[in-house]
């Protein structure tokens, strides 16, 4: 009789370990899954954002660069108007490359 009931005790063991290890395979697989719906979800949302802010930079730089050229071959502003436009266009090159390098 103690012999069984030392079997069962050890089987009783193991089959709380087999349960509780399953759980955690299913628990890891299930996390696995949400963090790749969350990288997922994370992409998209940067490939989103990147075109959103691409569209309107791309407008400034090509405004900036077209107000450039007109002030510095009519000489007809100041210089610190050529300066704030050359700062314009040098800074949304820098924020171009940002958007870049996060999407």
Not at 6 to 32: C, D, I, K, M, N
Not at 67 to 77: I, M, N
Not at 81 to 89: K, M, R
């Amino acid at each position: 009789f103690a012999g069984t009931v030392t079997a069962l005790r050890v089987f009783g063991s193991t089959l709380s370990t087999a349960l509780h290890s399953t759980w955690l395979y299913h628990q890891q697989e299930r996390t696995a899954r949400l963090l790749q719906v969350a990288q997922n979800a994370r992409s998209s949302f940067l490939g989103n954002m990147s075109h959103e802010l691409r569209t309107p930079l791309n407008g400034v730089m090509a405004i900036s660069e077209e107000l450039t050229r007109e002030v510095a071959s009519a000489g007809k502003l100041q210089s610190h108007c050529l300066t704030d436009l050359l700062d314009i266009g040098c800074s949304s090159e820098g924020l171009l490359r940002l958007i870049t390098g996060v999407s």
